[in-house]
């Protein structure tokens, strides 16, 4: 039986315990005697109770059971050809559950494969029966025991609470154990890394060329990891987004929230939030077939020499890509703010240009901070773009004439392709990872403190 299916089983068996829960409350208030909770929570109790164990054991049996039948699946390896090299047995291993998968065709394998991929697909069939018959036992046994619980003294209530109090505990639990995980990770690989390479060459060199030595006379491998040219070409293809994004951005978003009609606000607000749908690699495609030759064209009739793949290009798109996420938030925090404030500029004689500038958008300038801030981060975020219009090349310039590259860019070129988590060239990305996530820890520090202390202001 499919998951799937499992799982609308036990949709519809927990339908079944919150209607006869209800039911049952329903009778027990239209009694003499006086009930503690309302009809809806006692059978959000018999649900919940009708859910909760089987789903405790479903991630209990399903966790386990890939070691339980990898386990069996080496032994009868073991036992039919005896003890065997890694590589072998790994190679057996991937034979005998895509035999058992059905997905190699065309392949010539040994019988005893065969024989043990037949067994291994048979355990598991019968591991899932086996599931799914505990289960729908577990969700029968909660609803009955459950039901019989339900009372006129019985605080279904408060167990319904303490169940989505806990619920939602495990919630945030996992959220964060998920950030702590990535961080750890992140910190483990990196430590390993400049256990490789020095802090001070990959903090403070100015050249990135990771390609390591895989033997000591190979040429051009002795590898360099300067991460100088990684940031210098992150900064500065966001800074160039930026100087696009937040002017257009701003100034749409004022526009549309102060003078604006309601009905063309609401056909141009959906439209420039389009952009924000399209895919990236649209936007690079764009970037690197339309944008890049248009500059290009553009300098070589200024006498400029501007490359194929340039920051400008790639900066100039990513831009655009971005400018909804600081128009449409702008929009919304400009529209929160009072409108008596703007009535009050008005009594005291202020045109509209100057109630906004010195009163709508100091009292939304921590909104307009915090979309100015998502948007430096989804620059910096930004790969594939990049790759499309600004190159691989890490070059330290200023110039955004010239091709450079970004962070994200050389973590996605490092980790494609087989990896060796031993080698420094690998290593690498993790650095860069660690790196990026406290740069942007700061800016989002800083862009805090920048608006607790304008929100005390205004407030």
Known sequence: ??????????????????????????????????????????????????????????????????????????????????????????????????????????????????????????????????????????????????????????????????????????????????????????????????????????????????QTALRAEQVGGSGAFGAVPLFAGTLLITLIAMCVAVPVGLFSAIYMSEYASPKIRATAKPVLEILAGIPTVVYGFFAALTVAPMFRGMGESLGLDVASESALAAGVVMGVMIIPFVSSLSDDVMNAVPQALRDGAYALGATKSETIRQVVLPAALPGIVGSVLLAVSRAIGETMIVVMAAGLAANLTINPLEAVTTVTVQIVTLLVGDQEFDSAKTLAAFALGLLLFVITLILNVVALKVVQRYRERYD
């Not at 829960?21 to 009708?50: D, I, Q």
């Not at 049996?61 to 390896?77: A, Q």
């Not at 065309?106 to 697909?121: L, S």
């Not at 945030?172 to 990770?185: D, F, K, P, Q, R």
């Open 1 to 210: 039986m499919s998951i799937s299916v499992l799982l609308i089983c036990l949709a519809l068996l927990a339908a079944v315990g919150f209607t006869a829960g209800r039911n049952r409350g329903s009778a027990l208030k239209n009694g003499a005697v006086r009930v503690h909770s309302l009809p809806n929570y006692h059978g959000a109790f018999v649900m919940f109770m009708t859910v909760i164990p089987p789903c405790f054991l479903a991630l209990v049996w399903l966790s386990l059971e890939p070691t339980l039948l990898d386990r069996t699946m080496k032994s009868g390896i073991q036992a039919a050809f005896g003890d065997l090299e890694p590589s072998t047995a790994n190679l057996l291993i991937s034979q005998v559950k895509g035999f058992a998968a059905g997905t190699t065709t065309g392949v010539t394998v040994k019988p005893e494969v065969v024989e043990i991929a037949e067994r291994f697909a048979n355990a598991k069939f019968t591991s899932r029966i086996l599931l799914a018959v505990s289960i729908m036992a577990a969700g029968a046994v909660g609803l009955y025991f459950s039901f019989l619980k339900l009372g006129p003294s019985f605080r279904a209530r408060n167990r319904v609470e303490k169940i989505v109090q806990i619920i939602m505990i495990c919630a945030s639990a996992i959220a964060i154990l998920t950030t702590i995980g990535i961080v750890l990770s992140l910190i483990f690989e990196t430590v390993r890394f400049f256990g490789k390479v020095p802090l001070s060459e990959f903090l403070f060199g100015l050249k990135w060329s990771p």
